[in-house]
């Protein structure tokens, strides 16, 4: 086995650059209209395994649901027309790198196996 400082330092710019790449995509799905947690979950884990990530980063998205009271008349309140309540989802995304599998990946960075046809001793 042999060791290459600059082939490790090489690989750990191949090996960074996609997870950052990767991490500013998570970061840019917003929710559609009408859209749940759930369903912003599984685009981010489908976007997760066509990059072959799905060990290194963790996503996580959470929803928190506000129920308030709406008026149509411009904020005065009407003796005819009601208010009328209103829904708003509102989702928080967590993405965490998993900094065991990560650094597992980095220290194998520069290592190669040769074959030759030396016998050892």
């Not at 799905?54 to 009601?82: C, F, M, N, Q, Y």
């Not at 965490?96 to 520069?110: I, P, S």
């Amino acid at each position: 086995m042999a060791r290459s400082t600059a082939d490790a330092q090489r690989q750990r710019a191949r090996f960074d650059t996609p997870l950052d790449y990767l991490e500013a995509r998570l970061q840019r799905l917003w929710p559609q209209a009408d859209e749940r947690a759930t369903d912003v979950q599984v685009r981010m884990q489908a976007l997760l395994a066509r990059h072959r990530a799905t060990d290194d980063v963790t996503v996580t998205v959470t929803e928190t649901v506000t129920v308030r009271w709406k008026t149509r008349t411009h904020g005065r309140l009407s003796a005819t027309i009601p208010p009328v309540e209103e829904t708003v989802h509102t989702q928080h995304t967590t993405i965490e790198r998993n900094a065991e599998v990560v650094a597992d990946a980095r220290t194998v960075l520069g290592w190669r196996g040769y074959v030759t046809r030396h016998c050892p001793g």
